[in-house]
Nanobody, 125 residues
Framework: QVQLVESGGGSVQSGGSLRLSCAAS????????MAWFRQAPGKEREGVAG???????RYADSVKGRFIISQDSAKNTLYLQMNSLKPDDTAMYYC???????????????????WGQGDQLTVSS
């Protein structure tokens, strides 16, 4: 059973930084692609950043240059370093895992079978 557990969320002021972590278990990491999604109140869940099965990384335009996704395969942990945070970044952040997701689809919610419970980020102005 694949399990994903996010941590590191919280409240931060505009311009601040925070790092989210996602501890994964129950699967062979080399077969899965990982990504971060977020969902703000009243909005659709959207892809933020993802690592495709070939290692390529994609970011949503709204976070390019500010967020960095990385993965520690030895620890089976996915990270999202978030810098220069804005109030618009306020959302519930979710970690997701999907089998062999290609680069062009890495930010598509439908590609992911497994999801964490989410972690809240609140950015105040």
């Amino acid at each position: 059973q694949v399990q994903l557990v996010e941590s590191g969320g919280g409240s931060v002021q505009s311009g601040g930084s925070l790092r989210l972590s996602c501890a994964a278990s129950g699967y062979t990491s080399s077969m899965y692609s990982m990504a971060w999604f977020r969902q703000a109140p009243g909005k659709e869940r959207e892809g933020v950043a993802g690592i495709a099965i070939n290692g390529n990384i994609r970011y949503a335009d709204s976070v390019k240059g500010r967020f960095i996704i990385s993965q520690d395969s030895a620890k089976n942990t996915l990270y999202l370093q978030m810098n220069s945070l804005k109030p618009d970044d306020t959302a519930m952040y979710y970690c997701a895992a999907g089998e062999a997701v290609t680069c062009w689809a890495v930010l598509y919610r439908s590609e992911y079978k497994y999801w964490g419970q989410g972690d809240q980020l609140t950015v105040s102005s």
